[in-house]
């Protein structure tokens, strides 16, 4: 599973962009209503079933807001947990509290789609072998926080970014020359660059599956292939390679895919079509200066 730390100077920076764009020259409504000394309790409640995923987070984000807010966890991320369920605690000055709700709920809200959206179809598929991995296709500026909702949802990550392993797509197969060309001349940089990388080619038909595996590729993508044309381009690789399906499998075709024997199936729908889970922020006053 992704492991990310919450502290370190990347999210602390994100953190403090987020806030300078909503809170600007200040959180007006609060500031106008609420008493500076006023201290209030929150409660995050989920208000549907799913895997909760932002909660770690959302600790280090209230104490970047205000570091004398309390924060008590009563669940952990990458539980499932029913409608009603409290997720934490909250105590401590109430406008600091408004300051960081939107804000916070945004990102747990997102994260627990992804995460829930992510189990559901692991679910769907566990008991066929195969291995579901998640895209590139992240919002911009949450790629590391989404792609660990998926990791906690029961998923893998196929790669963080362009640096961490090579795929060969379309576009450099046809800009390089096709897929031998393609491969001898990555093989070469890597090898010049000392890096140690593996190699994945995306094929569009048969004839490139079958040319992918004269050059003995770590991993063969099986590009917006039918599920029939998936199970014959697994027949003809016969485990000599890793076998990823992908390019628009859906929930209704998933499992079908999944049955054809391919190894890994990628599903860009983890993470850039989600519906955010439902979780509310409720705030009361506990003491305000008299």
């Known amino acids: 599973m992704l492991k990310l730390s919450f502290t370190s100077l990347e999210f602390i920076q994100s953190m403090d962009l987020w806030l300078a764009e909503d809170v600007g020259a200040g959180d007006f409504s609060s500031l106008g209503s609420i008493g500076a000394d006023a201290i209030g309790t929150s409660q995050l409640i989920l208000k549907e079933n799913g895997v909760i995923a932002g909660l770690e987070w959302a600790e280090v984000f209230l104490n970047r807001v205000d570091s004398n807010i ?15 369920s409290i997720l934490a605690t909250a105590e401590g000055n109430i406008r600091s509290l408004l300051k960081a709700e ?54 893998q990550n196929h790669r963080i970014g362009l640096y961490d392993m090579v795929m060969l797509k379309d576009n450099h197969v046809d800009s390089a020359g096709g897929i031998t060309a393609a491969v001898e001349k990555t093989r070469k940089f890597l090898s010049e660059q000392k890096l140690d990388l593996k190699i994945e080619v995306e094929t569009r038909n048969l004839d490139e599956v079958n040319e992918a595996l004269v050059n003995k590729v770590d ?72």
Not at 70 to 84: A, H, I, N, V
Not at 272 to 289: C, E, G, M, Q
């Open 219 to 290: 991993r063969i993508m099986f590009d917006n292939f039918s599920i029939d044309l998936c199970k014959e381009a697994v027949k003809l690789v016969d485990k000599r390679s890793e076998t990823e399906a992908s390019g628009g499998i859906t929930r209704d075709s998933i499992r079908d895919y999944a049955l054809t024997g391919v190894q890994f199936i990628s599903v860009g729908a983890l993470t850039h079509t989600v519906k955010s889970l439902d979780i509310s922020f409720k705030t009361k006053i506990k003491a305000r200066n008299l």
């Open 70 to 84: 309390q924060f008590d966890l009563l669940s952990r991320d990458g539980d499932f947990l029913e409608k009603g």
């Open 102 to 155: 939107r804000l916070m709920l945004n990102v747990l809200q997102r994260l627990s789609g992804v995460a829930t959206q992510t189990r559901n179809l692991v679910e769907f598929v566990k008991d066929t072998g195969v291995t579901l991995l998640d895209t590139r296709k992240t919002t911009p500026g949450l790629r590391m926080l989404e792609k660990w909702a998926v990791s906690l949802g029961g998923a």
